[in-house]
């Protein structure tokens, strides 16, 4: 493949490399935006920042990724201002090879190639689309509880107008820790209107998201009253479902 673009993403003990030559900039930024997906997910990650070589900081934009070759993913929580040294052999390594209708990822680990992945792009732009879709409905969702829980705040100061919610999810969020569940507790909640399910040993209230699910509530009931790790990631890895399930915990798996 002859390369006039390339890009190094560096997050922990692994780097990214996309290259390609003469492609539309919407297709490159799809998949940036896949492997920041994947990134996220994996390392249950929020808010993302960009630094150069020098720790500065970069724009997220294909134009300053472009620029500056050579980009350190951090979050806004870390500390972590070391320095990059872009001649260091890192543990693991992803190479995005992108086409115009194909991306092939060959991963490698210590410099041993580990296996190839072929996806056609239309499937990038597909799962990006169906992520951008429940990104937005659990903040649709997020923003009428948050709406639900300043009327009952409100509502407690004027007595006479107090409004008594039955939305198990506000109810939920009073309790000020999280409790521990045996899955035999778990699958308890195994119906439409209560809900639970078990993600990496985070137990989540999802009744109230079952309607917005854009797979259909037919497939995300497969998951409600049991462990349904295995299940999801079947279906969509790239997602960081605790970012998006987080308001919704209420406990975790006892093993």
Same mark, same amino acid.
């Given at each position: %493949?002859?390369?006039?673009?390339?890009?190094?993403?560096?997050?922990?003990?692994?780097?990214?490399?996309?290259?390609?030559?003469?492609l539309?900039?919407? #297709?490159?930024?799809?998949?940036?935006?896949?492997?920041?997906?994947? *990134?996220?997910?994996?390392?249950?990650?929020?808010? =993302?920042?960009?630094t150069?070589?020098?720790?500065?900081?970069?724009?997220?934009?294909?134009?300053?990724? !472009?620029?500056?070759q050579? #980009?350190? &993913?951090?979050?806004?929580?870390?500390?972590?201002?070391?320095?990059?040294?872009?001649?260091?052999e890192? /543990?693991?390594?992803?190479?995005?090879?992108?086409?115009?209708?194909?991306?092939i #990822?060959?991963?490698?680990?210590? %410099? +041993?190639?580990?296996?190839?992945?072929?996806?056609? %792009?239309?499937?990038?732009?597909?799962?990006?689309?169906?992520?951008?879709?429940t990104? +937005?409905?659990?903040?649709?969702?997020?923003? %009428? *509880?948050?709406q639900?829980?300043?009327?009952e705040?409100?509502?407690?100061?004027?007595? #006479?107008?107090?409004?008594?919610?039955?939305?198990?999810?506000?109810?939920?969020?009073?309790?000020? /820790?999280?409790?521990? @569940?045996?899955? /035999?507790?778990?699958?308890?909640?195994?119906? @439409?209107?209560d809900?639970?399910?078990?993600?990496?040993?985070?137990?989540?209230? &999802?009744?109230?998201? !079952?309607?917005?699910?854009?797979?259909?509530? /037919?497939?995300? =009931?497969?998951?409600?009253?049991?462990?349904?790790?295995? =299940?999801?990631l079947?279906?969509?890895?790239?997602?960081?479902?605790? @970012? &998006?399930?987080?308001?919704?915990?209420?406990?975790?798996? &006892?093993?």
């Open positions: %493949m002859n390369i006039n673009n390339q890009i190094n993403f560096y997050f922990a003990n692994r780097q990214y490399t996309l290259i390609w030559q003469d539309d900039p919407k #297709i490159i930024n799809e998949v940036i935006f896949f492997v920041f997906n994947e *990134i996220s997910s994996k390392n249950k990650l929020n808010n =993302l920042i960009f150069d070589s020098n720790t500065q900081p970069i724009q997220n934009s294909l134009p300053h990724f !472009i620029q500056s050579h #980009i350190f &993913i951090n979050t806004l929580n870390s500390n972590n201002t070391s320095l990059i040294n872009k001649e260091q890192w /543990e693991f390594q992803n190479l995005y090879q992108i086409h115009q209708n194909q991306l #990822i060959q991963k490698y680990k210590k %410099m +041993q190639k580990m296996e190839t992945v072929n996806y056609q %792009m239309q499937t990038i732009f597909n799962l990006n689309q169906q992520y951008r879709e990104s +937005q409905n659990i903040k649709d969702n997020t923003n %009428m *509880i948050n639900k829980q300043s009327i705040r409100s509502a407690s100061t004027y007595p #006479i107008t107090k409004i008594q919610s039955t939305n198990n999810q506000i109810i939920h969020k009073r309790q000020a /820790e999280l409790k521990s @569940y045996t899955i /035999e507790e778990v699958q308890l909640h195994n119906t @439409y209107k809900a639970w399910i078990v993600l990496q040993d985070n137990i989540y209230d &999802i009744s109230y998201y !079952i309607d917005k699910h854009p797979g259909g509530r /037919e497939q995300i =009931l497969r998951g409600v009253g049991r462990d349904a790790t295995f =299940l999801f079947q279906h969509h890895p790239w997602i960081n479902f605790h @970012y &998006i399930l987080e308001k919704f915990q209420v406990g975790y798996l &006892i093993k």
